[in-house]
C-alpha cells in the first residue's frame, strides 16, 4: 500500500513536470510566482535587471569574485535583501545589522545563478535524490538523469549569452601572482594537442618579459608528445590588437562590404561539411528504413515458425543495437547541419559587437571574450630566409576564422 502511495505521488509529481509546472515554494532572484496561474513564474522587473548585468559582467570576461565586489561598490542589494523587505525572510541576516550588509553578494550564489538554466526559461527538476529508500541522504543527481523541461517560462538571458558565459566559467582564470587578472586567460590553444597555453615570466638580468606555452609540453616536457609551441606576450599582444584594429576600421568604413565578406569567406569550407554530412545522414537514414524492414520481417518469420526463438532474440539483439547506432548518429548529423550555416545574423552579431568596441588602442579581457573564442597557435619554424616563422589563427565569436 504504502508503495503504490509513493509511486502514484510521483506519477503525479512527474505529470506536472511533463505539462510545464514549477512546483517550489519561491521563485529564483529574477521572478516572482504568477499571481493568476498555478505553478507558473512570470519575470519580476525590478529585480531581472541585476540578473541581465550579472550575466553581461560574466560574459565581458569577469569572475564571480569581481562581480561581487562591483556589485558591492555599486550598492546593488542582494537577493537575501528583497527577500527580508518583502515577506520578511532572512530576518537573521538583517535585522538590526549595518546598511553593507544588505550590499554582501555571496560567490557562490553567483556562481549558481550564472549556471541556471531557469534564465533561459527552462526548468531542471530531480537534481537531488537519496541515496536509497534505506538511505536518506541526499546526493546530486547525475545531469543526465535530471529532468529538463524546456519553455516554461518568460528567459531573462538569451541562449547565446547562456552559452557563452558557460564556456566562461569552464575556463580557468585565476589570478595572476602579482594580482592581475591575464586577459587570454582561456582563449589561447595549442595548435598540435589542443589544450590551453600557460602564463609564465622570464626573468634575466638584463630583462623580464611574459610569455605563453604549451600547458602539456610545460607540465610533461618531451614526454607529452607536445612541443613547446613558445611565443611571447608582447608579440602576441601586437597582433591580436593590430586584427581587431584592422576589423573594427572596416566596420566603421563600409558596414555592407564588411558583412558581405564575412557571409561568404567560409562558404567553401562550409559547403564541403555540408556535402559529406549531407552524403552520411542520406546512407544513415536509408540503412535505418532497411533494418526496420528487417526487424518486422523477423518477427513475422517468428510468428509464422520459420526460425527458433533463440535465432529471434539473438537477431532482434543484433537488429536493436543498429538501430539504436543509427538513430543517434542522424540525430548527430542533422544537429551538424544546422550549425554548419552561417546565417546573416551571425554575422550582423559580430559586426554589432565590434563596432561597440571602435578604434581599440588597447587589448582588454571584456574586449577579447566579447569578441574573440579562441586563438590557436602553431609551433614556430624556421623560415627559407632562415628566419623564424609562427602561424597565429584567431577565431572569432559567431563567425569563426576570417584572416
Not at 591575464?182 to 615570466?201: E, S, T, V
Amino acid at each position: 500500500m504504502a508503495k503504490d502511495t509513493s509511486r502514484k505521488i510521483k506519477g503525479a509529481f512527474r505529470a506536472k513536470f511533463l505539462n510545464g509546472e514549477r512546483v517550489n515554494s519561491m521563485a529564483p532572484f529574477g521572478y516572482v510566482k504568477h499571481p493568476e496561474i498555478k505553478n507558473k513564474l512570470m519575470i519580476d522587473e525590478e529585480t531581472a535587471w541585476i540578473v541581465r548585468k550579472i550575466f553581461d559582467l560574466s560574459f565581458h570576461g569577469m569572475g564571480v569574485n569581481r562581480i561581487s565586489k562591483l556589485l558591492m561598490d555599486e550598492k546593488i542589494p542582494c537577493p537575501g535583501w528583497f527577500q527580508y523587505t518583502r515577506n520578511g525572510g532572512c530576518a537573521r541576516y538583517f535585522e538590526g545589522q549595518p546598511e553593507e550588509k544588505r550590499y554582501v553578494w555571496s560567490q557562490p550564489y553567483l556562481r549558481n545563478i550564472l549556471k541556471d538554466e531557469t534564465y533561459i526559461g527552462n526548468t531542471i527538476h530531480n537534481r537531488w535524490g537519496t541515496v536509497s529508500y534505506k538511505n536518506k541522504r541526499m546526493v546530486r543527481t547525475p545531469d543526465e538523469k535530471c529532468l529538463r523541461i524546456e519553455g516554461t517560462h518568460e528567459a531573462i538571458i538569451t541562449p547565446d549569452v547562456f552559452e557563452t558565459v558557460q564556456k566562461q566559467i569552464a575556463s580557468r582564470r585565476r589570478e595572476c601572482k602579482g594580482k592581475r587578472t591575464q586577459i587570454f586567460a582561456g582563449l589561447l590553444k595549442c595548435a598540435d594537442c589542443g589544450l590551453g597555453m600557460r602564463y609564465g615570466i622570464q626573468s634575466s638580468a638584463k630583462s623580464q618579459y611574459a610569455y605563453f606555452m604549451c600547458g602539456k609540453y610545460r607540465d610533461y616536457q618531451t614526454k607529452s608528445g607536445c612541443t613547446t609551441h613558445y611565443i611571447r606576450y608582447d608579440t602576441l599582444y601586437a597582433y591580436v590588437l593590430a586584427r581587431i584594429q584592422h576589423w573594427s576600421a572596416r566596420a566603421i568604413q563600409d558596414e555592407d562590404a564588411l558583412l558581405n565578406q564575412l557571409l561568404s569567406a567560409g562558404d567553401r569550407e562550409r559547403n564541403a561539411a555540408k556535402k559529406k554530412q549531407t552524403t552520411e545522414l542520406k546512407k544513415a537514414t536509408k540503412r535505418k528504413a532497411e533494418v526496420d524492414g528487417l526487424f518486422a520481417k523477423l518477427y513475422e518469420d517468428w510468428a509464422a515458425g520459420r526460425i527458433t526463438e533463440y535465432n529471434f532474440n539473438m537477431l532482434t539483439a543484433k537488429y536493436q543495437a543498429e538501430q539504436s547506432e543509427l538513430a543517434e548518429k542522424i540525430d548527430t548529423l542533422t544537429a551538424e547541419l544546422d550549425t554548419v550555416k552561417q546565417t546573416e545574423s551571425d554575422a550582423r552579431k559580430w559586426v554589432d559587437l565590434i563596432q561597440q568596441y571602435a578604434n581599440p588602442t588597447e587589448l582588454t579581457a571584456p574586449l577579447l571574450n566579447a569578441l574573440i573564442e579562441k586563438v590557436v597557435v602553431h609551433q614556430s619554424v624556421k623560415g627559407e630566409d632562415g628566419e623564424q616563422e609562427q602561424e597565429i589563427e584567431i577565431f572569432y565569436r559567431f563567425i569563426g576564422k576570417i584572416d
